[in-house]
């Protein structure tokens, strides 16, 4: 048996007024659910997209008994996120102070054999291991569409004036499309989900410099959070990492 060891966090970042991210970890008797949730709208409607998609994905999954399969875990994942975005949107057109509002989704299914990892915009998924450090998800944004079909760099899109346009977000329309992958998850391996007010603050080298440092999780991420906000700390600033070590399956966080 192995131990998975979990930190979540979650910041207001030097500038915003106010944290419209949500995070969440959740244990059930199959693994643990972790999501990052970056809200968008007017005022305070972020709070509440985010605030609804967070606590909605607690109480579906606390009814999950079981989860044969990656494609099990898959399927759970697609029609979750489209309960949730259901739920949201109906809200944003009952409440017109919540109208336009969503959030970005990014989440992971711990299990001992697998995670699964979904997502929705431009919040990411990292994965750490022996081998080197991958980024998992691919941003549904304008800009890495630019990248994609190569009309503009890596480098340009990081100061692309259109940077935060999103191509898909949970809550903001009748219907959405979930992203998932299971991938395997090992002893040792670390995965790091997290919003843009992270990846917008960090490179991927000062992202794995840290990931690497055999800290205890709590201290690796609010260095992270530090870090962010040193360089600016223009945006709020959400991440969950989860690690998996020898021993009996377990859970710590913050």
Known sequence: MTKVETFYMSDRGKVRQHNEDSVGVFNNEIG??????DGMGGHLAGDVASQMTIQTFQSLWEN??????????ENWFIHT?????????EHSLANPECQGMGTTIVGAII?????????????RCYLFTQAGFTQITQDHSLVN???KSGQISKEDAEH????????RALGTEQTVELDVKTIGFEENDILLICSDGLTNKLTDEEISSELIKSHSLDIIGKT???????NGGEDNISLV?????????GEASC
């Open 64 to 73: 999950v008994k079981q989860l044969d399969s990656p494609k099990d875990a």
């Open 145 to 147: 569409e630019l990248v």
């Open 32 to 37: 643990i659910l972790a999501i990052v949730a």
């Open 81 to 89: 996120a489209l309960e949730v975005n259901k739920t949201v949107y």
């Open 241 to 249: 990492i989860v690690k998996r070590t020898a021993n009996e399956l």
């Open 111 to 123: 299990t001992e054999e697998f995670a699964t990892i979904g997502h929705i915009g431009d919040s």
């Open 160 to 167: 692309h004036p259109r940077k935060n346009v999103l191509l």
């Open 224 to 230: 992270l959070i530090d870090i962010a906000n040193e």
